[in-house]
């Protein structure tokens, strides 16, 4: 029997917290939500994951994201222009019959979506501001305040979030992207997790890059 398949979760079914707290969210295969998770109109990709008391809104991620405890995507806007930023504005149905949300104000937040890439880690604490894409493979700090797009495979830290340095030398992050290797079949996917493991980044690409199945 090929020991690959032995490896293969059998249930893809995401798996979500009794705590956590969902709405308008479309999870993929193997997706993962921990302990008191907030997300409101989220798309998470095959594998990506939240640890206990992250919150996102109006957000779309890619596969194979790791997104740290406590962190924030897409914080709150609040409408400072106007006479009061306080939710009473747009949120009145909170305090008073009949005064709906304030549609308006809902598109415009709907509007400033976060995209994210693929196999991009979040550290603990930090903050995604509204509008912000980040690419395939980045690195944000913990407790980083990310407020302008973030390119791929860059690692970025502070406040506000500036980068430090590339992953990989620009070759090595091309080749990355060609492999797009989030896109493999689990099968594959549970084959090349040892050489994951051992071989060096252009081994790795080396050995890969030909594999046909």
């Avoid at 976060?114 to 509204?130: K, L, N, S, Y």
């Avoid at 620009?170 to 040892?194: C, G, N, S, T, Y």
Wanted: with cysteine; proline share 7%.
């Amino acid at each position: 029997m090929d020991r690959s398949e032995n490896l293969v979760p059998k249930d893809s079914e995401p798996r979500i917290h009794p705590t956590a707290e969902l709405k308008a969210c479309k999870l993929g295969r193997y997706a993962s939500i921990g302990e008191r998770v907030v997300l409101r109109e989220v798309t998470v990709g095959d594998f990506s994951y939240f640890e206990r008391h992250a919150e996102a809104i109006y957000t779309t991620i890619g596969k194979f994201c790791s997104i740290a405890s406590n962190s924030r995507i897409n914080a709150l806007e609040h409408p400072i222009e106007r006479l009061t930023q306080h939710k009473v504005s747009y949120r009145p149905n909170e305090y008073f019959r009949w005064l709906g949300v304030d549609a308006a104000f809902r598109a415009r937040r709907q509007a400033k979506a976060v995209t994210m890439g693929h196999d991009v880690w979040i550290g603990h604490g930090a903050v995604i501001m509204p509008g912000v894409t980040i690419g395939n493979g980045a690195v944000i700090g913990a407790n980083a305040v990310v407020t302008h797009d973030v390119p791929p495979y860059a690692i970025v830290a502070g406040v506000p979030a500036r980068p430090l340095r590339p992953r990989f030398p620009a070759a090595v992050a091309a080749r990355i992207e060609a492999l797009a290797w989030w896109d493999w079949p689990v099968e594959k996917l549970a084959r090349a997790v040892p050489d994951m493991q051992e071989m060096p980044i252009e081994a790795f690409l080396d050995r890969w890059e030909n594999d046909a199945i």
